[in-house]
Nanobody
Framework: QVQLVESGGGLVQAGGSLRLSCAASGRTFSYYAMGWFRQAPGKEREFVASISWSGRSTRYVDSAKGRFTISRDNAKNTVYLQMNNLKPDDTAVYYC??????????????????WGQGTQVTVSS
């Protein structure tokens, strides 16, 4: 198993930036593809970005392309989500997730076996 702990959320004005971190412990981090998802009040959880175990492959939801960057440091067992030019619509609880396997990285929440507790991101207009 792997345990995930997110950090880096907070309150930021529109146009600002935040960097989320997700620290993993447990099994070897490089065995896992990693993803970021978010859930706004009254809405379903949605995919934001994912990265393969090697870091060579990434995927993004259309609304994040050009603004968000997912990356990972396998030596530090950490995955990051750099978010720039934030908008009020980005307000949500952000979750990181781990998928055991070398295929992907997945975009469906159903393919992720492990989840963190989430970190709140609030973007004011």
């Amino acid at each position: 198993q792997v345990q995930l702990v997110e950090s880096g959320g907070g309150l930021v004005q529109a146009g600002g930036s935040l960097r989320l971190s997700c620290a993993a412990s447990g099994r070897t981090f490089s065995y896992y593809a990693m993803g970021w998802f978010r859930q706004a009040p009254g809405k379903e959880r949605e995919f934001v970005a994912s990265i393969s175990w090697s870091g060579r492959s990434t995927r993004y939801v259309d609304s994040a392309k050009g603004r968000f960057t997912i990356s990972r440091d396998n030596a530090k067992n950490t995955v990051y989500l750099q978010m720039n030019n934030l908008k009020p619509d980005d307000t949500a609880v952000y979750y990181c997730a781990a998928h055991e396997g070398t295929v992907g990285p997945p975009v469906s929440a159903n393919e992720y076996e492990y989840w963190g507790q989430g970190t709140q991101v609030t973007v004011s207009s």
